[in-house]
């Protein structure tokens, strides 16, 4: 086989794998969705002892044809690129290894149910689906919007983490150690809990004033509950008015760097022209 025409399929599978403005790529994204999605499955299954006792060999069977096929996957996405390395070392490249060799440790290390652990991780590759896909403006405002949040969420969860520790630290002095409250970090844990609506009922006051206090509590947690959700909820309206045309979903084969505008027609970070 040729030069051109070796180059010529490389460039050919790198459209169908990392881009999805093509039938081809998009049909793959669709299976590698689907795919993903029945890898986890069969992860939760396999955690049902009743069920993985019955269906063993076919949980066992079906595993090792989607580890089969991650596996392909992985390796043409690395000689599909010009540097692997990049990719290999990417935050995606080691995702994708990290879900895929479970199976293949199992085989030297047999019954470890933490790697399952491990397998889940193939739900994280959902995201590079959605980053290609149509989906992609939406998820860069939302992460604009957190970052741009970061300073004042910051801010409230010093003030709530303050608000705990000072509740926490009456509601000992109030309570004591008789019901229950038997020091302070045990005191805090409960403000947290009763302040997020969680209410775990490990931990409940017993006299009338420690009552007032988890009352007063529970009503704080309601209002502090809203206010991250306004925060960001504001710094994501903003970015949606500011919003950027849709990026260009090709992706530059030399360096992976994504984003690029519409019209370009060379990669923004390392110059390589991006085919169209």
């Given at each position: 086989m040729s030069r051109y025409t070796r180059n010529k399929w490389r460039l050919k599978l790198q459209k169908i794998i990392y881009e999805a403005d093509t039938p081809a790529g998009k049909l793959f994204?669709?299976?590698?969705l689907i795919t993903i999605l029945a890898s986890v499955i069969l992860v939760m299954l396999e955690s049902v002892h009743s069920i993985d006792r019955k269906f063993h060999s076919f949980l066992n069977i079906s595993e090792w044809v989607i580890t089969i096929l991650f596996s392909i996957e992985y390796i043409l996405r690395i000689v599909t690129v010009k540097k692997?390395?990049?990719?290999?070392?990417?935050?995606?490249?080691?995702?994708?290894?990290?879900?895929?060799?479970?199976?293949?440790?199992?085989?030297?290390?047999?019954?470890?149910?933490?790697?399952?652990?491990?397998?889940?991780?193939?739900?994280?590759?959902?995201?590079?689906?959605?980053?290609?896909a149509r989906y992609l403006g939406a998820s860069n405002n939302l992460m604009s919007a957190i970052k741009a949040s970061r300073a004042k969420i910051s801010v409230f969860l010093f003030a709530v983490i303050i608000i705990s520790i000072i509740l926490g630290t009456i509601m000992y002095l109030v309570e004591g150690e008789e019901h229950g409250f038997t020091d302070i970090p045990r005191s805090v844990y409960w403000c947290i809990v009763t302040?997020?609506?969680?209410?775990?009922?490990?931990?409940?006051?017993?006299?009338?004033?420690?009552q007032l206090i988890a009352s007063l509590v529970m009503i704080l947690g309601y209002g502090i509950i809203a206010v991250p959700t306004g925060i960001v909820s504001a710094e994501y309206t903003a970015q949606a008015k500011k919003e950027k045309p849709l990026s260009n979903p090709q992706i530059c084969s030399k360096c992976l760097a994504e984003n690029h505008n519409n019209k370009a027609q060379y990669c923004y970070n390392c110059g390589e022209r991006i085919h169209s």
């Open positions: 994204d669709v299976v590698l692997p390395l990049k990719y290999v070392l990417s935050f995606y490249g080691i995702i994708d290894l990290l879900s895929t060799i479970p199976k293949y440790i199992s085989l030297i290390v047999g019954g470890v149910h933490a790697l399952a652990a491990l397998r889940a991780l193939r739900l994280l590759r959902v995201f590079r689906i959605l980053k290609l302040l997020t609506t969680v209410g775990f009922g490990d931990i409940a006051p017993q006299t009338p004033l420690g």
